[in-house]
């Protein structure tokens, strides 16, 4: 019973690339929640995704940040346009249901924007 | 808005001590909270789950407690080990949506 997986771990990026990181939740698991880490700060929520919805965006830069839960498939966060101040670990947990208070956190993957 | 303070920031402790690391929250309409281990360069690991309800959770070595009148929890780690070094996190959740409020964590170095 695999966790979450996370990938790629590591990602070199340029200034102005586009970065896409996935994310498989548990199996079981129909919720999906995005933080991002930087360095020597606390994790801060992102968004919020059911299959096909999202539910909560409220911690998502309103540019150039979008994710996506589709039917089929991971989970994905996409940065356009990446900057500098991007480069952070980004992380994926999952829940069983809303409030179980069950949440399982990946690997991470950390960006780094050169 | 919900803030999450943990103190210390950092604690170096030899093998062997008793240790207790504090977290505290300004909204106390929280659904539930959780302690988490990170170590570096790596994912997090769920050590204690305790729900609103609940006043603490223990597993193995470790216990912690929720006072959510006071806005504070304590995570108890009895008989320390090398093995114990890592970042500790507290995040509360508040029911709503689903998301987690993070505090920055405890970072604990145990010495040989």
């Known amino acids: 019973n695999a966790g979450v997986m996370q990938n790629p771990r590591h990602l070199v990026r340029r200034r102005g690339q586009e970065a896409r990181l996935r994310c498989s939740p548990m199996?079981?698991?129909?919720?999906v929640y995005w933080y991002r880490q930087l360095p020597e700060e606390g994790l801060k929520f992102m968004v919020y995704?059911?299959?096909?919805?999202?539910?909560?965006e409220s911690g998502m830069p309103k540019e150039r940040f979008s994710a996506e839960f589709p039917k089929e498939g991971p989970s994905i966060l996409r940065i356009q346009q990446v900057v500098r101040g991007d480069s952070a670990a980004y992380f994926c947990?999952?829940?069983?249901?809303?409030?179980?208070?069950?949440?399982?956190f990946g690997s991470g993957t950390r960006l780094t924007v050169v | 808005k919900q803030e999450v303070t943990q103190i210390p920031a950092a604690l170096s402790v030899p093998e062997g001590e008793n240790l207790v690391l504090n977290c505290s929250f300004t909204d106390s309409a929280i659904y539930n909270l959780q302690w988490f281990r990170q170590d570096p360069g790596k994912g997090l690991t769920s050590l204690l789950l305790?729900?609103?309800?609940?006043r603490e959770q223990t597993s193995g070595r470790l216990n912690a407690s929720l006072d959510k009148s006071s806005g504070r929890s304590t995570l108890y780690i009895a008989a320390s080990q090398p093995g114990d070094s890592a970042t500790y996190l507290c995040?509360?959740?508040?029911?709503?949506?689903?998301?987690?409020?993070f505090g920055k964590g405890t970072k604990l170095s145990v010495k040989p």
């Open positions: 199996k079981g698991h129909s919720h």
């Open positions: 305790i729900q609103s309800s609940q």
């Open positions: 995704l059911q299959k096909e919805n999202i539910i909560d």
């Open positions: 947990a999952s829940s069983p249901v809303l409030d179980s208070g069950g949440y399982t």
């Open positions: 995040a509360v959740g508040g029911g709503s949506q689903g998301n987690l409020i």
